[in-house]
């Protein structure tokens, strides 16, 4: 019988298989397809469960000590080129194939209390089903170039999921704006793949690291070009896991549904990067100014979420600027040459991120029944408040959530982050810092989150302020909302057990799951890396972990009293204390340090504008020559007429004089 | 004697065709057209027997010939063959011929005349691919040129007449350098013969070679088009009905691709080794200046129309790799192109068959009332902008490996062209979804659903679809089905142009630079 990891190849398969089998049917018998609602969901569900299953046995056997598998075979050749495709299952592959099943079953049941009312409810498993086979792909691609095959499918299936509603124009924008944002990347990613083969003739991550360093030391490649290499290659993880200045496109990827978010916006996908770049550890350990720049990204693109994180009104886009803070904590763990704990955070914020999506979806979901399907108004935290006693689960785990997220001891993001933290340290004291004051940040925006969502009183009946709400989103009172009015409640109720039961599982391991990490005997470092593990335990002393993880606990409960001052007792005025003081800073915050409007101006209309403008020569001057042409050649033929009988001759006569002519040239050139 | 599939194949198209106007029809196309889609399937099944029964894939040289002396005189003889470069697209012409009379169902407009037409392209196409004579070959060009002109002038848009006039004045004219060269390529040396074979075993002048091959490279750069010889194209699809639109775009352009690697390549070698680096030039401009008027373009068939002749770029940048794999690329690029652009072009169609206007501005909206020709569309323009698991992928990828790692350019000359023609990989998306946004996203246009039916998409149309997607996601997810039947030949043509390069004179500065000073004034040596 062949083992498990032999059998790895199907985890991505099956769920494919029933993606084809319902969008077939979608496209061929659409009316009788889309009636089948629950019977197209449990077949969908029972793929990516059997996925999930086999997933389970993979890891298992990873834990008992089970060699890395590969499988290859020839895909395409010409010459004596050949490029290869298959599959590779070894313990970090393993974790995240756990990882993304677990996640993708969990909102898939989700989504069928969350889309139960949507008409598009088939289409939408389709596309979940679609995603999942194309990321559990991506998690078990043995080289670069089948990475790259897969990221450009997810990023496909993003494009679908974040249009999935494509009648409003914010998704239909979003959706566009999130697949051109990540080509930009991946076209470096692109350009650094071909370049890495032209370098050292593989894909392979292992081949592609140890062949590089040879080629620098024999100096075939100049360390420069290396780098280039390396930080073009890098260009790819920066677009997919939202690092600054490609994050642009993920908070407007909220635009999708909730689900959506928690899955491949949270969870999954924008964590491809983050992977990847773990995957080319080989490649990056051995080029230290790429490590600095990762690790500055990373800062940078932790600080900028929390900061824009502070100011925003909008419940999921909060939660997008919290992702992309965590992401740049990840991603500066990489940059610290720390693998580890920067797929140690990855894990664990899949977990309570993920949670904390899908709890706001069940917020949206019952806000949407008082305010009607409105994003605007349904998505606000200034028309939510006290709904925890209306909705016990949702808001127990959300708190869990921002306990964990704020890394408050023994809940996950506790361990993962400050691990981090330690290593940054270690490497990049600067960048410590400001990781540790972010850290702050977190606590104090999540909170603010939590408190203005569920705590207070309920102000999703103030008319007035929808209404100003709407106006200020440049659209009128009853567009979308008007026709939902006469289902209208006055109080949001708890969600149905399908939205609650993955809440509440979900909560397990955003509790959990951080004290299999911890520093001085880390099981998860154990599985991936065997040396880290020794590494660490033999480091790890009392001394150096208490002072930093009490500072740590300390800035973040700071972060959480602050919130707590402001928001849930209200004896401090932030709009009065801060904002009106600072209103440069407070509308810098606001504006998303205008990066969007920058974006917009440069090239946006930029490349509006130059298309424009080479449309404008092709056509008046390439174009133009050719009529130009066109009409002397036909006042010749006039005049012609008077000498010859018709236009046969005169062609005849060409080729005649065209062929001596040559002969005539080949004469004289010999 | 075996069956002669390949004369079979051209000759039989054209003899139904000429049966057309015995075919009973009430006028209105319903009988004409069961006939039509019936001798362009036989001639698919031709196409396909020949394949299977006479052609081995591992084998480089021609196959399947059949040599008759016509005019013995002239030197003329009737002389088909195929090998990997002819082969798939002969299949790929008769494969879309077959669909095009399938989209062409609603024709009803003088529909005998439209169907003896499409019958006639198919035989003079597959024709133009088989035959191994260059004057046949120039004959066989030629007579494809009529139907396409007719095609355009009666059954096409407003515009038809300025078309299909732009069309023959360019196609016609630059088919003279064929004549001219085809003759002077014959008659130079002893033995005069128009046969590829015996000219392809003539040693020409370097300097004879050069001249040579800036004129066909003129001729077969407008069928392509390279930029700046592309303004017909436009204008011609712009103009053409949607069945036209699928063998312009399937098929007549692979005719510039195929007689590039064919002649320039496989006859002239030495001189190929010298244009080599143009060749790349055009190929990127071609991507990027089309991407950008596409872009900017807000007529739906024109946009799509600029966006083939970006496509066609990485067909330039292949031929002029130098490399095994560049080359193969190129093919598929081919291949791929003539699939996913006649599934674009169909939609066009389709999609026009119901709004009555091509003007983005006048559409928007309208994803709801057509929610399969919505998803239809996505796939497609998905395709089109090489998402992985299609066809257009794996081309685009197999000429990107293949130029970057060509032994045959300096390493900033790669560089600098691989990361523009890498740009195209950000522009293709921008335009296409943008496209996609204003046909089918936001809310629906009230002006247009007013006085407009839209229903969704027939089966016909859908079942036109699948046929061209399946082999394009087949190739995506397994390229060797189709890269397999052409390797041996291109890889002989390969070999044959690696010897040319390294032939070529050095000037004083070494090989490496040559290519450099080639890029500055590329065109003749002192």
Redo the contacts between chains.
């Keep these: 019988m062949p083992s498990a990891a032999e059998l790895a190849w199907l985890i991505p398969v099956l769920p494919l298989l029933g993606a084809c089998l319902s969008g077939l049917g979608?496209?061929?018998f659409?009316r009788t397809v889309n009636r089948l609602r629950k019977p197209v969901a449990l077949l969908l569900i029972t793929s990516v469960g059997a996925a999930a299953v086999l997933s389970f046995a993979v890891l298992a056997e990873q834990l008992g000590g089970a060699a890395p598998v590969e499988v290859l075979f020839?895909?395409?050749?010409?010459?004596?080129?050949n490029?290869q495709m298959g599959f590779r299952v070894d313990a970090l592959g393993a974790v995240m194939l756990c990882l993304v099943t677990t996640v993708a079953l969990l909102v898939m049941v989700y989504s069928d209390g969350y889309m139960a009312h949507d008409k598009g409810y088939v289409r939408f498993f389709t596309y979940l089903a679609l995603f999942s086979s194309s990321m559990l792909g991506l998690v078990i691609s043995p080289n670069l170039?089948e990475i790259?095959?897969?990221w450009?499918?997810v990023g496909?299936c993003s494009?679908?999921l974040v249009?999935f509603w494509?009648?409003?124009?914010g998704?239909?924008?979003a959706?566009?704006k999130a697949?051109?944002v990540n080509?930009?990347g991946?076209?470096g990613l692109?350009?650094g793949i071909?370049?890495l083969?032209?370098a050292t003739g593989s894909f392979g991550f292992e081949q592609i690291g140890s062949g590089l360093q040879q080629a620098v030391a024999d100096g075939s490649v100049s360390n420069g070009v290396a780098i280039l290499l390396c930080l073009l290659v890098f260009m790819g993880p920066m677009a997919k896991s939202a690092q600054f200045p490609l994050h642009v496109w993920l908070p407007d990827a909220m635009e999708g549904p909730t689900p959506i978010s928690a899955l491949i916006h949270a969870a999954t996908m924008v964590a491809a990067g983050v992977f990847l770049v773990a995957r080319l550890q080989p490649l990056y350990e051995a080029f230290p100014a790429v490590n600095l720049v990762i690790a500055v990204v990373g800062t940078i693109t932790l600080f900028l979420g929390a900061s824009i994180a502070l100011t925003q009104m909008d419940l999921k886009k909060g939660l997008a600027y919290s992702t992309v803070s965590q992401l740049g904590y990840m991603m500066l763990a990489m940059g610290c040459g720390a693998p580890v704990a920067g797929m140690f955070h990855l894990v664990t914020h899949a977990f309570f991120k993920a949670m904390l999506f899908l709890g706001s979806g069940s917020v949206i979901h019952a806000m949407e029944e008082v305010v009607g399907h409105e994003p605007v108004l349904a998505q606000d935290m200034r028309l939510m408040g006290g709904l925890r006693r209306s909705m016990p689960i949702t808001s127990t785990t959300f708190l869990i959530g921002c306990v964990a997220i704020s890394g408050i001891p023994p809940l996950a993001g506790f361990w993962s982050k400050d691990e981090i933290l330690g290593q940054a340290f270690g490497s990049f004291p600067v960048l410590w810092a400001v990781g540790f004051i972010t850290a702050g940040m977190t606590a104090f925006y999540m909170f603010r989150l939590y408190f203005l969502t569920f705590e207070g009183n309920f102000r999703g009946g103030d008319t007035e302020l929808q209404a100003q709400l709407l106006a200020a989103a440049g659209k009128t009172v009853g567009s979308d909302a008007a026709h939902n009015d006469h289902h209208k409640a006055n109080l949001p109720h708890e969600s149905g057990w399908q939205m609650a039961m993955p809440l509440a599982v979900l909560a397990v391991p955003s509790v959990l799951i951080g004290l299999l990490g911890t520093p001085w005997n880390s099981r998860f470092a154990a599985l991936v890396d065997p040396h880290e593990y020794a590494h660490m335990a033999k480091e790890f002393s009392w001394a150096e972990f208490l002072p930093l993880a009490g500072a740590s606990v300390a800035i973040s409960l700071a972060g959480i009293s602050l919130a707590a001052f402001a928001y849930l007792l209200h004896k401090l005025d932030l709009a009065q204390a801060v904002a009106a003081r600072f209103p440069r800073i407070n509308a810098f915050l606001a504006n998303k340090w205008y990066l969007d409007a920058i974006n917009d101006k440069l090239f946006v209309q930029g490349?509006?504008k130059?298309?424009?403008s080479?449309?404008d020569v092709?056509s008046k001057v390439?174009?133009g020559v050719?009529n130009l042409t066109?009409l002397l050649?036909l006042g010749s033929g006039e005049g012609l007429k008077y000498f010859e009988t018709g236009r046969a001759q005169f062609y005849a006569l060409?080729?005649f004089g065209?062929?001596i002519g040559?002969?005539v040239?080949?004469g004289s050139?010999? | 004697m075996a069956f002669p599939w390949l004369s079979a194949a051209i000759l039989f198209p054209i003899g139904a065709a000429l049966l057309i106007p015995f075919v009973p029809d009430k006028g209105d196309g319903k009988q004409v057209r069961w006939f039509a889609l019936g001798v362009a399937l036989t001639t698919f099944l031709i196409t396909v027997g020949g394949y299977l029964n006479g052609y081995d894939p591992a084998q480089e040289g021609l196959q399947l010939v059949e040599r008759v002396q016509w005019l013995p005189e002239l030197g003329l003889a009737w002389s088909v063959g195929a090998d990997g470069l002819s082969m798939p697209l002969i299949l790929l012409t008769s494969f879309i011929t077959s669909l095009a009379c399938l989209a062409a169902w609603p024709v009803s407009f003088k529909p005998k005349l439209f169907y003896f037409l499409l019958l006639a392209m198919d035989g003079g196409q597959i024709a133009v691919f088989a035959v191994q004579d260059m004057l046949l070959f120039f004959l066989a060009w030629e007579l494809e040129l009529l139907p396409v002109y007719l095609l355009l002038a009666i059954w096409g848009g407003k515009k038809r007449q300025y078309a299909a006039t732009k069309f023959i004045i360019y196609t016609a004219g630059s088919s003279l350098f064929i004549l001219i060269v085809g003759l002077a390529m014959a008659f130079y040396g002893g033995n005069t013969s128009f046969e590829y074979s015996v000219l392809m075993a003539k040693e020409f002048g370097t300097k004879f070679q050069l001249l040579c091959y800036a004129g066909l490279l003129i001729a077969f750069g407008v069928k392509l088009p390279i930029v700046p010889l592309h303004t017909w194209l436009p204008d011609a699809h712009g103009e053409a009905t949607a069945p036209v639109h699928m063998l312009l775009a399937g098929i007549l352009l692979k005719m510039g691709g195929y007689a590039l690697l064919r002649f320039n390549v496989q006859l002239l070698p030495a001189a190929h080794a010298q244009f080599a680096p143009l060749l790349v030039v055009l190929g990127v401009v071609n991507i990027i200046y089309a991407a950008l008027t596409s872009f900017a373009q807000r007529n739906l068939k024109r946009k799509i129309a600029y966006s083939s002749i970006s496509h066609m770029g990485f067909v330039l940048i292949g031929i002029g790799s130098f490399s095994a794999l560049g080359t193969s690329g190129a093919m598929l690029q081919m291949i791929s192109h003539g699939l996913i652009g006649a599934s674009l072009f169909f939609l066009v169609g389709a999609t026009y068959d119901r709004t009555h206007t091509l003007q983005l501005d006048e559409m928007g909206g309208i994803g709801q009332k057509m929610r399969k020709m919505f998803a239809l569309w996505t796939i497609c323009s998905l395709a089109s902008l090489a998402l992985p698991g299609m066809s257009g992928f794996v081309s685009e990828l197999m000429i990107f490996v293949g130029f970057s790692t060509s032994e045959a350019y300096t390493l900033s000359f790669r560089i600098v062209m691989a990361v523009l023609a890498a740009i195209g990989v950000i522009l293709t998306p921008v335009y296409l979804l943008s496209m996609l946004r204003e046909i089918f996203y936001g809310r629906e246009n009230t002006e247009l659903t007013s006085h407009t039916h839209l229903v969704d998409a027939e089966p016909r149309e859908i079942y036109v679809i699948s046929c061209l997607l399946v082999p394009i996601i087949g190739i995506g997810l397994y390229p060797r089905l189709v890269t397999d039947t052409y390797r041996a030949s291109i890889e002989a043509l390969v070999v044959r142009e690696s010897l040319a390069l390294k032939e070529l004179p050095l000037p004083p500065a070494g090989g490496e630079l040559i290519r450099q000073q080639l890029l500055k004034a590329p065109l003749l040596p002192a």
């Design positions: 979608l496209i061929s659409n020839n895909w395409a050749s010409a010459g004596s080129f490029l170039l790259y095959v897969f450009e499918l496909m494009y679908l249009g494509y009648d409003r124009d998704a239909a924008n959706a566009q697949f051109v080509r930009v991946d076209f692109l350009l071909l370049g083969f032209w490349s509006r130059l298309a424009k080479v449309l092709d390439v174009d050719v066109g050649t060409i080729v065209g062929v040559l002969v040239l080949f050139l010999g």
